[in-house]
Every structure is written in structure tokens, then in C-alpha cells.
């Protein structure tokens, strides 16, 4: 029945109708033997037909119609124009496939819109990472240039070798970073969060800062409960706390002090790393969280601008936040807060 045409099964319809009235005609005139019963049924029959054949031309000029709206109305869809206007009456099959339609385009503008957005982060990515790895690469092209162009004596030799090993450092933070923050983003770690001590976390964190605090000669306080225990990623949540104490050691001058301190709350567990250092001034407080974001003046301090970015992803994907607090020339205070369960 599928694959017969709607013309077809309506001639096939009116032919049936026709033959069934005509043979009921005639076998009514035969039993009565009244030859008038024969002709009222072929005029029945007749005008049957008729009334059919408007039916069926009626039929067709509106399924056409639907049809014609139809195509233009996808038409439209797939070209992003306007939403599909919506039948009046909903009792029709017409206004239960045009609310489809409508909620259809829907969902089509939806993913239009984020494959648009993802197009965007996707050339803002490249266009940070292009611009992360200039830097780097053409100071190396420079020292190799002049390593093999260029007689150099054997100190000056070594300071352009030390370079070379500064900038490669460099690109091989930037590749870690970016790949530790594509796995996040695409889901390829899973959090695993786990009942255990927050002390452990935190010490794993503060054991990559102790040289660099003891070189500047940054005084570190630490206030922590040793019974605390959270629901957390301990491999993770660490690597977001060293990111933390990571800028605190690099904007926090000579001899100043940090100082990391946890409290417990009702629903949470908030985590304070405070500084004496540099501060952020509260119109660039919002944006020291995007990806490759860094202050101008401080362009002359190692990194890439992806650490605070990185903290806040882990903490989010455990259900927590982080928020900021900064004064200029008084430090900062980034403030974590992880649900206890």
C-alpha cells in the first residue's frame, strides 16, 4: 500500500464504488424485475462518481499545497531562516506535522548555534596556541642561527645552550598543559572522587613549591585539620591547589608570605591560598580564569597563562568553584570550595 500512488488508490477507490453500485443496481432490478430501479442506480452512481472525482481533485490541490509549504518550509529550516509558522487549527494531522517541523528547527538552530561556538573556541585556540608557540620557537631559530652561522666563544656557548633549554621547557609546559586541558574538556579523565584526607592532597601540592618559596624566601602557613576528610580527586585536586600556590610563589615578591588555610562549612569545604603579592585589579578578575590569559606586566614571569584555568576546570568537574579576592599592591586570596560528599 506504501509504494501505490495516492491518484492510483483513488481511481481504484471510485472504480470499486462505480462496479459495487452498478452490480447491486442490477441485481435489485432483476429481483424486482423494475427497470426503473436499474436507472436510478447508474444515476446514483453517477453522480457518486462525481462527487468523488471533486473529492479526489480537492484532495490533491491541498496535499499539493502541503506539499509546496513543506519543501519551502525545510528549505528555510536548512538555510537558518525564519521558524515555520505554526497551523491555527491543532486537530489537523497538518498542525501536528507543522509543531514537529517547528520543534525540529528548534532543535536544528540549537546545534547550528553550538557548532558555531565550538568553531569559534576551536580558532581561538589555534590562534593562542599559534601565538604561545612564536615566542619560543623563533628564539630557538635564533640561537641555533647563530650557533652554526657565528664563532662563539665556550661561555657564550653555554649561556645559548641554557637558552635553548628554557625554551624548549616552554613548549614542553605548553604541550602538557594543553593536553592535560583537552583530556578534561573531552572528557577523556573522569574524576574519580574518593573518601580520603584533604592533608595529603594539599601536602602533595605544597612539595612543588617549597624550593621556589625557600628561594625568594617566602614565608608558607599552612592550617589544615588533619581528621578532614572530603569526597575529592586526591591525584587532580592537587594539581589544581599547585596551580594556585604555583602563582602565589611567582606574583608574591621577596620575602613575602603565604598562607593556606581550610574551614569547614555545611555543605562545603572552603580551601583559602592568600598572598602578599602584586593583586588584580577587579575589572581583570573575571578574566584571569580564561585559557592563555596573562597581565601585560607581568609577561617577564614564566608560564603560559593556563594554570588558573586548569584549577578551575578540575574543581567545577567536582562539583566545586572557585572564586577570587584582590586587592592591587595587598595580594590576592583564591578561595576553593569542594562539596564534602
Request: proline share 3%; charged share 25%; net charge neutral.
Amino acid at each position: 500500500m506504501r509504494r501505490i500512488p495516492v491518484k492510483t488508490m483513488f481511481f481504484l477507490v471510485e472504480t470499486g464504488a462505480a462496479l459495487s453500485m452498478l452490480v447491486l443496481s442490477f441485481l435489485l432490478s432483476a429481483m424486482t424485475g423494475q427497470g426503473w430501479v436499474l436507472a436510478a442506480g447508474v444515476l446514483l452512481t453517477a453522480c457518486a462518481l462525481v462527487w468523488l472525482f471533486l473529492l479526489t481533485m480537492l484532495f490533491a490541490r491541498r496535499l499539493s499545497q502541503f506539499t509546496s509549504d513543506l519543501c519551502q518550509t525545510m528549505d528555510s529550516m536548512i538555510s537558518g531562516g525564519e521558524e515555520p509558522a505554526r497551523a491555527d487549527d491543532s486537530e489537523t494531522i497538518f498542525a501536528r506535522i507543522s509543531y514537529r517541523l517547528s520543534r525540529l528547527y528548534g532543535v536544528l538552530q540549537e546545534n547550528r548555534r553550538k557548532v558555531d561556538e565550538e568553531r569559534r573556541e576551536l580558532q581561538t585556540l589555534v590562534s593562542d596556541i599559534s601565538h604561545q608557540v612564536k615566542t619560543p620557537v623563533s628564539n630557538l631559530k635564533m640561537v641555533t642561527d647563530t650557533l652554526l652561522t657565528k664563532p662563539v666563544t665556550e661561555q657564550e656557548r653555554q649561556e645559548f645552550l641554557q637558552g635553548i633549554r628554557s625554551q624548549t621547557d616552554k613548549l614542553e609546559f605548553l604541550v602538557q598543559s594543553m593536553g592535560k586541558a583537552s583530556r578534561l574538556e573531552t572528557g577523556a579523565i573522569t574524576l574519580e572522587k574518593k573518601d580520603g584526607p584533604l592533608v595529603d592532597t594539599l601536602a602533595q601540592a605544597m612539595s612543588g613549591i617549597v624550593y621556589g618559596a625557600e628561594k625568594k624566601g617566602i614565608s608558607v602557613e599552612v592550617r589544615c585539620p588533619e581528621d578532614l576528610r572530603v569526597s575529592h580527586d586526591g591525584k587532580w585536586t592537587a594539581e589544581a591547589l599547585f596551580n594556585l600556590l604555583d602563582n602565589a610563589v611567582k606574583y608574591t615578591p621577596t620575602g613575602g608570605k603565604i598562607s593556606v588555610s581550610v574551614e569547614q562549612w555545611e555543605m562545603y569545604v572552603k580551601l583559602d591560598v592568600s598572598d602578599t603579592g602584586r593583586g588584580i585589579l577587579e575589572s581583570r578578575q573575571a578574566a584571569i580564569f580564561r585559557r592563555f590569559y596573562r597581565e601585560e606586566e607581568v609577561h617577564d614571569q614564566p608560564g603560559v597563562g593556563i594554570g588558573l584555568y586548569l584549577a578551575r576546570e578540575i574543581i567545577s568537574q567536582q562539583g566545586g568553584y572557585i572564586k577570587v579576592a584582590s586587592e592591587v599592591g595587598r595580594g590576592s586570596t583564591f578561595s576553593v570550595f569542594l562539596p564534602k560528599r
